[in-house]
């Protein structure tokens, strides 16, 4: 059982109450004490029980919009095959420059090797290309512009929360 309370060394149970509320956190014994007639116990076989807030949802309009896009299929890349990739997108649809914007979903914003590696607008700045490009992170909490596209948004230095 890892609690995640600062200082706290692992402990082998927990007990929890009906409502879901953690009654107690400790050695196996100490828990035992707590199991009762109508105790459902659960033994997680020496794996790791951990505490979340679990948020299971669904973006079916997001994802339908996602569909009409290129993607990156949540792929980890190396610097050149992620260039590659992108610019093999750019080049299927050529006809788009020098203003269609180049949108591409599941990108993997920790994916790129070898591990560390940050990506930035300076990586698709590099690309052969005057168009705008987007990329949507496959988390739905991650994107990456090149400065075509923010200068289009008008995001600069001095943009606010950027």
Known sequence: MFS???GSARAQAVAVGREGRILEVGCDADIRRRIGRRTVVIDAGGGT??????DGHMHPLGATAQS???????ASLT??????KIQEMLDATAAQEPDGWLQVTDWNPVGLLPAGTVADKKLLDSLNTRRPIFLQGSDFHNSLANSRALALANVDRTTPGR
Do not use: E, K, T, Y
């Open 4 to 6: 995640a309370a600062h």
């Open 79 to 84: 610097v050149a095959q992620f260039r590659a």
């Open 49 to 54: 029980v951990m505490p979340g807030i679990q």
């Open 68 to 74: 009409l896009n290129p993607s990156l299929g949540n």
